[in-house]
């Protein structure tokens, strides 16, 4: 039986991984890997690396499902089409939903394992939390870049 606080997070992730999916499919796939003007990640690298962390820590740490996070490449994969990076968003939510759906409530305070070391030694129930504001900040950066880049097609024809 899943505690409120996990079945709370899971509804919270699951959600906003799939309005990333509907995001991600709004963007047409040339700007998927444009960068904008003092920003830094394009808004594919971002779609990467927050499937690679939950993946991580979700799936692969909480769940044991064998996933082998390359970090690296979540911020060097520039190649990967729309459709690969809605199938990793999918994926990854498959690999939450299972996670935080097997997830014994009685483990919630016990410590994360593997954690970055700013968060060694907090709980899981910290550490879900704590994903669900990165993967939040993150989505906010994503949608501010899809509107930005709509409004850069939109003022871009001819002169």
Request: proline fraction near 5%; glycine fraction near 8%.
């Amino acid at each position: 039986m899943e505690s409120h606080l996990v079945a709370d997070i899971r509804e919270i992730l699951l959600r906003d991984l799939r309005d990333m999916a509907d995001e991600i499919t709004a963007i047409p796939e040339e700007h998927l890997w444009t960068p904008m003007p003092g920003i830094i990640n394009p808004v594919g690298t971002l779609s990467h690396h927050l499937c690679g962390n939950l993946r991580h820590f979700v799936g692969a740490v909480l769940g044991g499902d064998g996933f082998i996070r390359d970090r690296a490449d979540e911020f060097d994969t520039r190649g990967l089409s729309k459709a690969a990076l809605v199938e990793e968003i999918e994926m990854t939510r498959t690999a939450v939903d299972t996670a935080l759906s097997q997830l014994d409530p009685a483990r919630i305070s016990d410590a994360m394992a593997d954690t970055p070391p700013q968060h060694r030694g907090r709980s899981i129930g910290f550490m879900l939390v704590q994903l669900c504001c990165h993967l939040s900040r993150h989505r906010g950066q994503l949608n501010y870049l899809r509107r930005m880049l709509a409004g850069q097609r939109q003022h871009a024809g001819p002169s």
